[in-house]
C-alpha cells in the first residue's frame, strides 16, 4: 500500500509479526554470531493468506526440533517467494488501490517527448541539416530525463507542474543558444513556423501539467497512501515522553511497530529512540545474553538483511537455466 510494490526485505519483516502473534520465536543462539535463527512455536491459525504462506514455507524447512536457520531458507524459499508476490500483486488490495488506466502517466510522458522532437529536431534539420541530428536529440533526452526525478520525488502536485513548465521552458531557451537551432531563418523561410513551434511548445506543457497531476493511484489508493506518511510521519518526530507513556498502557508496543517499522523503512530511527528507553525483552526473543535494545536491533536488522538475502537466492544450476531461457 505504501510503496506500490513488494520487496524481499517486507516480506522478511513479516516474521516479526509472526513472532508478535506468538508463531515463531526468534532465537540468539551459537548457530551464527552475525544474525539470529527462527523456532517454530505452534501451528498457524490466523486467516491471513500471506502469514500463512510464509509461516508455512519456514516450518516446512524446520529440523525435527523445529529450529530453523537462515541458511536453510538459501536455494530453497524462492518459489514460496514468488507464489507470496504474485499473491500481494495480483491480489483484490492492490486492485482496489490502483487505476485501471494509470498507463495514461506513459503516455503523457511520451507525448511530452514527441512534442519536444518537433520543437527541436525539426527545425534542426532544418537549418542545421544532418549536423543539427545528434545535438537536437541531446536536448530531447537531457529534458525528458530531468522530468522523471520531478514526478517521483516532489510529491506536490502543483509544485511538479511548475517545475515542469520551468523545465520545459528554461530548456527551451537554453538549447536555442548551444544547439545554436536557427529560428531566426526558420521563420523567414516559412511563416507557418511562426504558429507551429509556440503551439508544439504549448502542446509540450500542457502534458506536463497532466503528467504532474496524474496518479496511478485511485482515492482510495491515495488515502491509504497518505494515512501511511501520516502515520510513519508521526512515529518519527514522537517524541520520549510520549514513547514512555504509550509503553505503560501497552508495554510491547515497541515490538508491535517493528514490522511497520521496517517495511516503512525507519527502523533505524525507531531504535534509536528506544535506546534510552527502558524496554523489557519480548517473550519471543530467545538469549543467554543480557538484553539490551541497541545490541538486539543490530542483531535484528542483520537478521532480516540475511533473510531477505537468503529467500531471494537460486541455485546456480536454475538460474543459469532461466537466463537460457530468456
Given at each position: 500500500m505504501f510503496k506500490g510494490k513488494t520487496s524481499a526485505h517486507d516480506i522478511a519483516a513479516l516474521i516479526i509479526q509472526l513472532a508478535n502473534k506468538g508463531y515463531i520465536a526468534i532465537v540468539n543462539d551459537d548457530t551464527s554470531k552475525r544474525h539470529y535463527s527462527f523456532k517454530i512455536l505452534?501451528?498457524?491459525t490466523g486467516?491471513?493468506?500471506i502469514e500463512k504462506k510464509l509461516y508455512d514455507g519456514l516450518a516446512h524447512y524446520a529440523d525435527k526440533e523445529n529450529h530453523l536457520r537462515i541458511s536453510d531458507l538459501k536455494n530453497n524459499f524462492f518459489d514460496i517467494l514468488d507464489d507470496i508476490n504474485y499473491e500481494l500483486e495480483n491480489g483484490q488490495l492492490k486492485s482496489n488501490m490502483y487505476l485501471e488506466n494509470y498507463n495514461s502517466q506513459i503516455f503523457n510522458y511520451i507525448s511530452i517527448v514527441l512534442s519536444l522532437i518537433s520543437i527541436y529536431l525539426i527545425p534542426s534539420i532544418f537549418g542545421l541539416k544532418i549536423y543539427g541530428i545528434i545535438p537536437a536529440l541531446i536536448a530531447v533526452a537531457i529534458i525528458s530525463i530531468i522530468?522523471?526525478?520531478v514526478k517521483f520525488f516532489i510529491k506536490?502536485?502543483?509544485?511538479q507542474a511548475i517545475l515542469n513548465i520551468l523545465i520545459i521552458g528554461i530548456g527551451y531557451l537554453i538549447t536555442i543558444n548551444v544547439v545554436n537551432i536557427p529560428y531566426g531563418m526558420i521563420y523567414r523561410a516559412n511563416p507557418l513556423y511562426h504558429f507551429i513551434i509556440p503551439i508544439a511548445l504549448l502542446a509540450t506543457i500542457l502534458p506536463g501539467i497532466?503528467?504532474?497531476y496524474s496518479s496511478k493511484r485511485n482515492i482510495f489508493g491515495t488515502t491509504m497512501l497518505n494515512?501511511?506518511?501520516i502515520f510513519k510521519e508521526n512515529l518519527i518526530k514522537a517524541d520520549k515522553i510520549d514513547l514512555i507513556c504509550v509503553l505503560k498502557e501497552d508495554p510491547n508496543y515497541f515490538y508491535k511497530i517493528l514490522p511497520y517499522a521496517y517495511t516503512l523503512d525507519f527502523n533505524e530511527i525507531w531504535f534509536d529512540k528506544f535506546n534510552n528507553i527502558d524496554i523489557k525483552q519480548p517473550s519471543w526473543f530467545i538469549t543467554n545474553s543480557v538484553f539490551d535494545v541497541e545490541t538486539f536491533g543490530n542483531g535484528l536488522n542483520r537478521t532480516m538483511n540475511y533473510t531477505a538475502e537468503a529467500i531471494t537466492s537460486v541455485p546456480k544450476s536454475l538460474s543459469s537455466k532461466k537466463i537460457f531461457s530468456n
Open positions: 505452534k501451528p498457524y486467516k491471513n493468506i522530468l522523471l526525478p506536490n502536485k502543483w509544485i497532466i503528467f504532474a494515512q501511511l506518511n
